[in-house]
């Protein structure tokens, strides 16, 4: 089990991240083993918005999760999400196909380990939509190619969708995060490390990971 303790100091080295990057907004951030409605929080300072999502029903996961967003139109962008709906009619078998406008944000997804001092730092994507749904970030993003099917790198894919002066603002938001994290004894693994194979360790049917594991699986991870 992981202690009362060790959460709190999570939450307030968050808040203190959030007053210390005033050019950034917090759009999300979605709490380890607790259920929580999206409400504004009202004590952040004006220069930041703070939304805390609900997790999905009856999950949990190992860290306390952020994106941060440069306040800035090219870090925003439109999208849409379809639903399938069961009809009204009991006799109709064919399900209603809807699409929903939504709006997302690019930034830094911030993965604070609730169980020792890591933390991870992955360039990825919010979105939420209309008819309430949301794609929420994540600590490591899966990307593929279209044509081939490849998997793609991170921070190539957002090298190519950005122009390269936002990038480098990707790039500084990331470093000033690590400066603060660091701050609070608190170490960013980088890649080379979070992909160091974990001999012996072995997941429990409880969590979604798959074998063999990394290090990034034994401190950030998703359960039911």
Not at 53 to 65: A, F, G, I, N
Not at 136 to 143: D, G
Not at 170 to 183: C, N
């Amino acid at each position: 089990m992981l202690g009362t303790e060790w959460v709190g100091e999570c939450e307030d080295r968050l808040d203190v991240m959030s007053e210390q990057l005033g050019n950034a907004k917090w759009i999300v951030a979605a709490h380890a083993g607790q259920m929580v409605p999206c409400v504004d929080r009202p004590t952040q300072p004006s220069s930041c918005e703070r939304l805390i999502c609900t997790p999905v029903l009856d999950e949990w996961q190992s860290c306390h999760l952020v994106l941060l967003a440069p306040k800035s139109q090219e870090f925003r962008f439109e999208d849409e999400t379809v639903s399938m709906e069961e009809p009204e009619d009991p006799e109709q078998e064919e399900w209603t196909e809807t699409t929903y406008p939504g709006e997302g944000w690019i930034g830094c997804a911030v993965g604070i380990c609730l169980a020792a001092p890591y933390a991870v730092i992955n360039l990825c994507s919010y979105s939420r939509y209309e008819d309430g749904t949301m794609s929420n970030p994540e600590v490591e993003s899966f990307i593929y190619a279209e044509e081939t099917n490849e998997r793609v790198d991170t921070d190539r894919y957002h090298r190519e969708i950005l122009t390269p002066e936002a990038f480098q603002k990707l790039e500084a938001l990331r470093g000033e995060i690590a400066a603060i994290l660091g701050e609070h004894r608190i170490q960013v693994l980088g890649e080379p490390v979070l992909n160091l194979h974990a001999p012996g360790l072995k997941a429990s049917p409880e969590v979604f990971l798959e074998e063999p594991l990394r290090v990034r699986d034994a401190f950030f991870f998703r359960g039911v």
